[in-house]
């Protein structure tokens, strides 16, 4: 199975598969630098993605837009999303539980290596 | 399931269901502004009654509709299809309003009002009005014929702004266009959606108003 990590950033990218691999997490890793590009391989790919880790704020389409959407299509509906965000206010984590009440994480960065990957692991297949 | 057994999602139905979804989440983050929309809808309707109530002998037959819609918008001007509002030949002219004349000609606009004609029933529409005979067959009668509707109904609306809000925004020039606008329609940036007005005459939709507010209002 395989973690699909959708994020603007290349920094960003970078910084948490290196936090991946430090912590033996073996998946391969699927890439996505916006909402747009996410939706193409999650189309090709969804059948292999255990956990999708998704930043709010991206050109185009956004994080929370794109799991808008996800959350209204049947083979994507129950696919773990953990939200990796700048954004901490209550109302963005309000509207992430309302857009998608089986949010399996919200983590607000900068975040704590340990804190993520507890939120990754109990999706790990 | 292992890989390559995936059977791949329909990517345009995918891409369809996310833009409806960011729509309704941007119409979700603008429930707060909801209620100067609908005010300042209210207040166009008002004005377009007064233009016709003040100037004419004309009855609407019904109290105008109101509806909320989504903008269809292509590289952030609105698009038009407005043979849509009547089946049949359309005009329709368009007048932006800003905070003051510097700020129109920097296009930052506060407001866009659309006001929609079934062609062959503007003649009539001006005569009511006192206006002198204009030909329907005529592009540039009609044209300019809806133009001088728009201009009435804009300037009404402008003194209702005043006593709304206490506002008194700068006006464009009319544009005017049949059927459709091939670049499209000015709108304030940002905006997402509009609300559109349905006047009817011995019970048939005769004419459409529609405004587009800034989110900044």
């Known amino acids: 199975m395989k973690i699909l990590v959708i994020d603007d950033s290349l920094l960003d990218r970078k910084l948490l598969i290196r936090m991946l691999m430090r912590a033996e997490i073996t998946q391969e890793i699927l890439q996505a630098e916006d909402g747009e590009q996410a939706m193409e391989v999650l189309a090709a790919n969804y059948q292999d993605i255990c956990v999708v880790l998704l930043d709010w704020q991206m050109p185009k389409v956004s994080g929370i837009e794109l799991m808008a959407g996800m959350v209204k299509i049947p083979e994507l509906a129950s696919m773990p999303i953990i939200m990796v965000t700048a954004s901490g206010s209550d109302e963005n984590k309000r509207l992430a539980h309302q857009v998608n009440p089986q949010l399996a994480g919200y983590v607000v960065k900068p975040y704590k290596p340990e804190e993520l990957i507890a939120a990754i692991k109990p999706y790990l297949k | ?217």
């Open chain 2, 1 to 217: 399931m292992s890989e390559g057994n995936n059977i791949p999602l329909d990517i345009n139905k995918f891409k369809e269901i996310v833009r409806q979804e960011s729509a309704r989440l941007k119409m979700g983050a603008d429930a707060d502004n909801s209620e100067v929309a609908f005010s300042l809808a209210l207040a166009l309707s008002a004005a377009v009654k007064k233009v016709f109530y003040e100037k004419s002998a004309m009855k609407f037959s019904s109290e105008p509709v109101l509806e909320r819609k989504l903008i269809t918008q292509f590289v952030n001007k609105m698009r038009v299809d407005a043979m849509e509002k009547f089946n049949a030949t359309t005009v329709f002219s368009t007048v932006d309003f800003a905070a003051s004349d510097d700020a129109l000609k920097r296009q930052e606009y506060l407001l866009t009002l659309v006001v929609y004609l079934d062609k062959k029933f503007l003649p009539e529409f001006l005569r009511l009005l006192q206006y002198p005979y204009i030909d329907s067959d005529d592009e540039q009668e009609v044209k300019d014929g809806c133009g001088t509707l728009v201009n009435l109904i804009a300037g009404q609306y402008k003194r209702e702004m005043v006593l709304l809000r206490n506002e008194d925004l700068a006006m464009s020039h009319f544009g005017s266009y049949i059927n459709s606008a091939a670049d499209g329609l000015n709108i304030p940036k940002g905006s997402t959606d509009k609300y559109e007005i349905s006047f009817e005459v011995d019970g048939v939709k005769r004419l459409v108003v529609e405004v587009v507010p800034s989110a900044k209002l």
